[in-house]
């Protein structure tokens, strides 16, 4: 039986966390750090982002600008129950939280888990093939998911309630992110952790570097044995630690 998808919401002291889950993921992605950060008396969010939690495609009815706007609102509220705020997002959660950062969005701190600034491989192409004047535009609904979840923990990948399937059109969509928010990385200026799996086929590692350098993070750290999706890999309890630690440290 595959795991809950819902957004979850827990109360807790003044300082708020905002968890932003991936692209075809859910707030599931999230639920073993918000626990860890949740048992720290932090008050933890983790809203389901535009178009997920349903089908291929009722996620590619909606753009990069649907997924900004529903984590900026979130943003918004939780600033109004905490007078402290960070947030945490993994892959397109975590540029979702750079673009908003970048744009004037307030907070205390932020982290990236395994965000992509490009595509490598296959994805590039079939991002080059799919967008606009592409050779496969308006002719490829969705492309598989080859092995399923970038993940190598076999346990949480089973359960995992992620689409098993990309839509074309969102492939298109983070894409055009991934490139708006690497010109930006020069203007966020916020306490930035950056944390990225060694052994991620889905977000070039380089990526990391790129994000830490410009963005001039005060920690930049690579889990030797995680692949994509760190918040819920073999290394997800060190994650844990390390957005404790950051988020402790600069939301006291």
């Known amino acids: 039986m595959r795991a809950s998808a819902s957004a979850f919401d827990f109360p807790g002291d003044d300082r708020g966390i905002l968890l932003l889950h991936g692209l075809t993921g859910t707030p599931y992605d999230m639920h073993f750090l918000a626990g860890a950060l949740r048992a720290r008396g932090f ?11 349903g089908t291929a495609e009722d996620l590619a009815a909606t753009g990069w600008r649907d997924w900004v706007r529903v984590a900026g609102a979130e943003l918004d509220r939780l600033k109004r129950r905490c007078t402290k705020v960070a947030i945490a997002g993994q892959s397109m959660g975590g540029l979702c939280a750079l673009h908003l950062v970048a744009n004037g969005a307030r907070v205390d701190a ?74 930006e990385l020069d203007r966020v200026r916020v306490p930035l952790l950056v944390l990225h799996g060694a052994r991620d086929r889905t977000a070039p590692v380089a990526s990391a570097a790129r994000i830490a350098t410009h963005a001039r993070a005060l920690r930049a750290r ?31």
């Open 110 to 183: 932020m982290a990236t888990l395994g965000s992509p600034l490009w595509l490598e491989g296959i994805s590039a192409r079939a991002a080059a093939w799919l967008a606009r004047g592409g050779a496969l535009q308006q002719k490829i609904k969705t492309l598989p998911k080859i092995g399923g979840s970038d993940l190598g923990d076999a346990r949480e990948k089973a359960l995992s309630p992620s689409l098993p399937v990309m839509p074309a059109r969102s492939v298109v969509e983070v894409a055009s992110l991934m490139a708006i928010v690497n010109d």
């Open 222 to 252: 690579l889990l030797p044995d995680s692949r994509h999706v760190i918040s819920l890999d073999v290394e997800r309890a060190i994650v844990a630690d390390e957005l404790i630690a950051f988020f402790e440290r600069h939301l006291a």
């Open 43 to 53: 008050t933890v969010v983790a809203p389901t982002m535009a178009g997920h939690g």
